[in-house]
């Protein structure tokens, strides 16, 4: 398994980061900018602890908890992470790591979020060679979106599109679709509250934001000619 960055590299980036944009922001626009500069790769930044949580995030609060020990970030305000004038000093000393401003969400149909992801995965899964189905029912239970590696098989993937009503629903849904069908399973949300909340009891469930389904859906239809090529 690739270990993490060391603290102190990633203090110095979590510092420069926040600099970078006023000095100060809340913690969900840091961690892809931390993670970019110090050249994570995908696999890193989206593994998960025993209980489900992001590793890698859950590093960064550690982090944070350790600057603010040291009196480089503000305990306060809750949900703002604020660099001291002790922080900038340390930053000023050892040298500022060059941030790059990660790319802005993709909007999201305020009409309609939940179908429009469910559509955005539905063509995922058909550029990548599965049969998709939207609101498709399998052992008595409804699912937003399943991916099929051929027609009448059972399905490989399932999803669960979270915009409102009951996470632990969702969850559970997902659970005993992976129980019984071996299957990978997904919950997609579309607020951060819902993504703060869910984050707790996932088990085998892998969590995603709806940005993240809707810039992998921008990525692979301007790539779509090449993917017709190599599946």
């Keep these: ?43 890193e930044i989206q593994r998960r602890l025993s209980d489900g949580g992001n590793a890698w995030e859950t590093h960064v609060q550690f982090t944070r908890l350790r600057l603010v020990h040291k009196g480089e970030l503000a305990r306060e305000p809750r949900g703002i992470w604020e660099i001291t004038a002790q922080g900038r000093q340390r930053v000023a000393s050892q040298g500022r790591v060059t941030i790059e401003p990660p790319p802005p969400p993709l909007p999201l149909d305020e009409g309609k979020p939940h179908r429009q992801v469910q559509d955005h995965l539905r063509e995922i899964g058909e550029m990548l060679g599965y049969h998709a189905r939207v609101e498709d029912r399998l052992y008595d239970r409804q699912y937003d979106v399943t991916w099929r590696r051929y027609e009448y098989s059972v399905p490989s993937s399932f999803f669960e599109v979270q915009h409102g009503g009951s996470l632990d629903s969702a969850r559970d849904k997902l659970r005993h679709a992976h129980d019984n069908c071996a299957a990978r399973v997904c919950l997609v949300v579309t607020s951060e509250r819902d993504h703060e909340k869910a984050r707790q009891g996932l088990g085998p469930i892998q969590l995603l934001r709806a940005e993240e389904i809707a810039r992998l859906h921008q990525a692979l239809k301007k790539n779509s000619d090449v993917l017709k090529r190599l599946l």
């Design 1 to 43: 398994m690739t270990l993490l960055p060391r603290y102190p590299e990633v203090e110095i980036a979590l510092l420069s980061a926040i600099e970078a944009v006023g000095g100060k922001a809340r913690p969900r626009d840091l961690y892809a900018a931390v993670a970019a500069s110090l050249h994570l790769s995908e696999e």
